[in-house]
């Protein structure tokens, strides 16, 4: 059973570009988070997604940043015109969709790691 | 705004030592969890506590979940070198799902 799927898992843009982190989730998860986690810091909550829902979107920046999570195929979270304070690890987490026996526990992906030159 | 805290921030011990690591949070929660990170890695999941009282262990790490102090501790018998990594905890705010808000790591190194 693969576990969640991250690409690409490096990203090096410059300054102006878009950048576009892919994620799948579990085989049976319906709910996907995206955190930013800067050099020796902790991870930050971005944003909650279910299958075409965005559910929770109070951590993404208000300009620049989009997320989705289509009907089918991955999420995306997409920066545009990315600057060098974007330089950061964006992990993608899932869990099970709300019910008896969740625990709540999220699993992470490896990461997508954003260089902005 | 739920705030998380950890200390220390920073932990290097001899191996064959004992240490705690405590977690912080500020507002009402029953589900606290631990992850464990390598340099350069994903979170690994280590523990999920989800009442008062819970005590958790799995080798020489144990958890435990005091929601009425709001306050979790990880503590570490007879460390190795193996166990240096980065320990985060993260709690839910009650009737947010999933949503976790992360404290700001320790990072813990064991020495020889």
């Known amino acids: 059973n693969a576990g969640v799927m991250q690409n690409p898992r490096h990203l090096v843009r410059r300054r102006g570009q878009e950048a576009r982190l892919r994620c799948s989730p579990m085989?049976?998860?319906?709910?996907v988070y995206w955190y930013r986690q800067l050099p020796e810091e902790g991870l930050k909550f971005m944003v909650y997604?279910?299958?075409?829902?965005?559910?929770?979107e109070s951590g993404m920046p208000k300009e620049r940043f989009s997320a989705e999570f289509p009907k089918e195929g991955p999420s995306i979270l997409r920066i545009q015109q990315v600057v060098r304070g974007d330089s950061a690890a964006y992990f993608c987490?899932?869990?099970?969709?709300?019910?008896?026996?969740?625990?709540?526990?999220?699993?992470f992906g490896e990461g997508s790691r954003l260089t902005v030159l | 705004e739920l705030k998380v805290e950890q200390n220390p921030l920073f932990l290097s011990m001899q191996e064959g030592k004992n240490y705690t690591i405590y977690c912080n949070y500020s507002?009402?929660?029953?589900?606290l969890y631990w992850y464990r990170q390598d340099p350069g890695k994903s979170l690994e999941s280590l523990f999920v506590?989800?009442?008062?009282?819970a005590v958790k262990q799995e080798g020489r790490l144990m958890a435990s979940l005091d929601t009425k102090a709001r306050l979790s501790t990880l503590h570490i018998t007879a460390a190795v070198h193996d166990l240096s990594a980065t320990y985060f905890c993260?709690?839910?705010?009650?009737?947010?799902?999933?949503?976790?808000?992360f404290g700001t790591g320790t990072r813990l190194q064991v020495t020889l």
């Open positions: 993260a709690v839910s705010r009650t009737g947010t799902a999933s949503k976790l808000t």
């Open positions: 506590l989800l009442s008062n009282g």
């Open positions: 997604l279910q299958k075409e829902n965005i559910i929770d």
């Open positions: 085989k049976g998860h319906s709910h």
């Open positions: 507002t009402t929660s029953d589900r």
């Open positions: 987490a899932s869990s099970p969709s709300s019910g008896t026996g969740n625990t709540g526990e999220l699993f």
